[in-house]
């Protein structure tokens, strides 16, 4: 994988990634696992709405604020050298407040921001009866988020939700809407075969759409499993994971329950845990004391 460049915003390496090969995009729902994607190579961090809002207890109903969600995704930002891309859900209310979703999200560090054009009463990408808004009032909040950059290089990324409701043709016409009105990307969401995602891909391309396509490969959703290398080949430059860490870890730590509850030890489980030293290095906890010291 191409290594970091320090020298570089986190907005301009996020262009310049999703403009010269295809990506895996994890979601990491805390700054501890944002270091470990980072860590294991990947060059792109995604804070999922999904994944911060089960973290704390909730649906992916819509229930996180901006507020919330500035102060979640500036921890996990500020603990990467890679760049994060954040979802914004609807953009928290009408254009006016978009503006302040990327003045938010600009200061806390981010590289790009995702806006998806469902209603405010939003459901999961991947739930049936979903409602999106007319293409005039998403093409409204796209353009107050674009004018709103104060990093020309910021990336505002537009999803569509319209497939389940309104068909294959309605996302493509949405698609090449919200380009027009400015949107660097553009994220399809729910599409339901690989024939699906080429069609979207190729009509941006008889448009002369050259803004990257992102894809979501979410688990046991409407779309089906297809690797990195197939979106490559279909024609799309991100591929998010949003909440595939949490559903691991989630799991493991349900499993890890039952089995201390039921036997009273974790002996068993420690060749599944991370060791404390192992830890600390993720942590840089040696090069945080050595700081603090030299501080004094």
Not at 2 to 8: D, E, F, R, S
Not at 57 to 71: F, N, R, S, V
Not at 199 to 208: D, I, R, S
Request: aromatic fraction near 6%; proline fraction near 4%.
């Amino acid at each position: 994988m191409t290594p970091n460049n320090p020298t570089v915003s986190k907005p301009r390496r996020l262009r310049e990634l999703l403009a010269t090969g295809t990506w895996p995009i994890l979601g990491g729902c805390n700054a501890l696992t944002a270091m470990q994607i980072e860590r294991a190579g990947y060059q792109v961090v995604y804070v999922s709405g999904a994944a911060i809002s089960a973290a704390r207890g909730l649906p992916d109903i819509g229930l996180i604020t901006l507020e919330d969600m500035a102060k979640e995704a500036a921890a996990i930002a500020k603990a990467v050298a890679i760049p994060t891309l954040v979802d914004a859900d609807t953009g928290y209310g009408p254009p006016s407040a978009l503006r302040k979703a990327v003045q938010e999200f600009e200061r806390a560090g981010l590289a790009g921001m995702q806006i998806e054009d469902q209603e405010e009463a939003k459901k999961c990408g991947h739930l049936s009866d979903k409602r999106v808004i007319s293409i005039g009032d998403m093409v409204a909040k796209i353009k107050a988020a674009v004018q709103a950059k104060q990093n020309r290089d910021f990336m505002v990324v537009a999803r569509t939700d319209a497939r389940e409701g309104d068909g294959l043709a309605a996302a493509i016409q949405r698609g090449l809407a919200y380009v027009e009105a400015g949107a660097d990307a553009l994220f399809p969401e729910a599409l339901l075969s690989a024939e699906e995602f080429g069609t979207f891909a190729l009509e941006m391309k008889k448009a002369g759409i050259q803004v990257p396509l992102i894809a979501n490969m979410t688990e046991f959703g409407k779309t089906p499993y297809l690797s990195v290398g197939e979106f490559e080949t279909l024609g799309y430059r991100g591929v998010l994971f949003p909440v595939s860490t949490l559903r691991v870890a989630a799991r493991a730590v349900e499993k890890l329950l039952v089995e201390l509850k039921f036997f009273g030890s974790q002996r068993d489980w420690l060749d599944h845990m991370m060791t404390r030293q192992e830890l600390y290095e993720l942590l840089r906890y040696d090069h945080e004391r050595r700081r603090d010291v030299e501080a004094l």
